[in-house]
């Protein structure tokens, strides 16, 4: 009998007429069946998530800091297997999902942690008022998430929604529903009310539609492509509810001559290959000095070339990617490509004749692209990495600033005076000195400007992007 996930609302399953067919993208094999959820069912969850939140804002902070406390350390008890379901629905390597996992319980634990100390202030206005602020939950949020880090994407929206007492709907992407609906199961069990976090199966113009454009949800969240943000910000403009937009990123790392090159070699690399390159927040366009250019490059295609491919269960370096389709779409930027020297990669399939039906692409380096090739420009989403040489800072600048998007960025520098003067000019939500990472940080504030969306994530920041400010003003005489 293959596996069915359901959706799991005011805390049952709920049957669905429809489904769709679960692939594992390794091998292409079915491994079960998932609901696809509509209007009818997202309005149910709606409903419940509408009727639990009053009862779970009105109960004490400490409470609910106590319930996430626990639904962290239950994901921490079932972390192998999520970590393996997260593994086989994504085809990520068993040991990224097994961080992934580590990451999804510190989410609980660090919101536990921090909502006790949010509080409001008082504002001077005068001897004879009391003036002070609240910070309340919206309601009921629905948040609609990507496929490329499930649990984690699904997590860090419901830690910080649910600890400020809102109610969530979720709509995991089409692709990985399982350790959403897994997680939503966790909440029960941690003793987070019924019906304070719903998890909707489906696709994305079915559920997804259906959750931005119902009436009772007050706050959406979405994690996905530039192009699906801008139709939620259509339908939150439409019933004038807030928005908070994750999309997608084009990072840059910008090198320098006086950089530690080993390191940056590592980090480079890193940030590309990690979860087959489909990572919002990939390394994906490597801006270098030209006097360390060839030898940056060399490192690099090194580490490229010594790098395993396999089943993400197998826990190798790099797992296929995430279906066929995200395969053909790599093809199309790497054979479309008309400028610089392909190093490393390109379109050949891996040797390992196992890896045939599998959605496999090997290491891709280019070097020297037109700056305005798409594959320089665009999201690629593969293990695909565009070298860009400059002469001096300015050029470095514009090489760094110069695509729609501006989700992070990292320089690599021994020069202090620098790496803070460039830190102020990079368009990016996050910026990263001698190093890079935004995936684990759960204490940092994350989002994007231009293209890659609005609205911030993660940190203490993002209790103030689930919670609206009222002003209180009291006359005292
Ligand atoms: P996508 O936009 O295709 O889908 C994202 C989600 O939106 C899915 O759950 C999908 O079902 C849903 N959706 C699709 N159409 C919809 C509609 N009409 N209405 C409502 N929902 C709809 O993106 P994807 O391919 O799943 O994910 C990859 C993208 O996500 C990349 O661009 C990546 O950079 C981005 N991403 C961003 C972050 C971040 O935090 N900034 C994190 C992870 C991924």
């Not at 999520?82 to 989410?107: C, F, N």
């Not at 009310?193 to 259906?210: D, H, R, T």
Request: glycine share 10%.
């Amino acid at each position: 009998m293959p596996e069915l996930t359901l959706p799991l609302v005011a805390g049952s399953s709920l049957p669905v007429a429809q489904t769709y067919d679960n692939v594992d993208p390794a091998d292409g094999a079915v491994i079960g069946q998932v609901a696809r959820a509509g209007a009818a069912e997202v309005d149910q969850a709606v409903r419940a998530a509408a009727h639990a939140q009053p009862a779970w804002a009105a109960t004490p902070t400490e409470q609910r800091a106590d319930a996430l406390t626990r639904l962290a350390a239950l994901v921490d008890r079932d972390r192998e297997q999520l970590a393996r379901t997260e593994s086989q629905d994504t085809g990520k390597p068993l040991s990224q999902a097994r961080a992934d996992a580590t990451v999804a319980a510190r989410y609980f634990r660090y919101y536990g942690r921090v909502v006790e100390a949010a509080y409001g202030d008082t504002i001077p206005l005068g001897p004879d008022t009391h003036v002070y602020t609240r910070h309340e939950p919206y309601g009921v949020v629905g948040c609609i998430v990507a496929w490329n880090y499930p649990l984690q994407l699904a997590s860090r929206s419901i830690a910080a929604a649910t600890a400020t007492g809102n109610a969530v709907v979720l709509k995991p992407a089409d692709e990985t529903p399982r350790t959403a609906v897994a997680l939503a199961a966790l909440a029960l069990e941690a003793g987070l009310p019924e019906g304070v976090v719903n998890v909707v199966p489906g696709l994305g113009a079915e559920a997804g539609a259906a959750l931005t454009a119902h009436p009772q949800v007050a706050h959406l969240g979405f994690v996905g492509s530039t192009e699906t943000g801008r139709l939620v910000a259509h339908a939150a403009a439409e019933r004038v509810v807030p928005a908070v937009l994750e999309l997608g990123g084009k990072s840059a790392h910008v090198v320098f001559p006086d950089a530690d090159l080993e390191a940056a070699a590592e980090a480079v690399t890193r940030s590309i290959l990690q979860n087959a390159g489909q990572t919002c927040s990939a390394g994906s366009r490597l801006v270098v000095h030209e006097d360390v250019r060839a030898e940056l490059v060399a490192a690099v295609a090194d580490r490229f070339r010594a790098t395993t491919l396999g089943a993400g269960l197998d826990d190798p370096d790099l797992g296929p990617l995430v279906s066929r389709r995200q395969q053909e779409r790599v093809r199309g930027y790497v054979e479309g490509v008309s400028s610089g020297d392909l190093v490393v990669g390109g379109s050949a399939p891996p040797e390992d004749s196992t890896l045939a039906g599998g959605a496999f692409w090997l290491p891709t380096l280019i070097d020297g692209v037109d700056p305005q090739d798409p594959i320089a420009q665009e999201e690629v989403f593969g293990p695909v990495l565009v070298t860009l040489p400059f002469q001096d800072e300015a050029e470095a600048l514009a090489l760094a600033n110069g695509t729609a998007y501006g989700l992070i960025a990292a320089l690599w520098t021994r020069d202090l005076s620098r790496a803070h003067r460039l830190a102020g000019s990079l368009e990016a939500g996050q910026v990263f000195v001698n190093t890079f990472g935004a995936g684990g940080g759960v204490e940092l504030p994350f989002g994007g400007v231009k293209a890659s969306g609005y609205g911030r994530e993660k940190g203490v920041e993002a209790l103030a992007g689930f919670t609206r400010t009222k002003t209180v003003v009291v006359r005292l005489s």
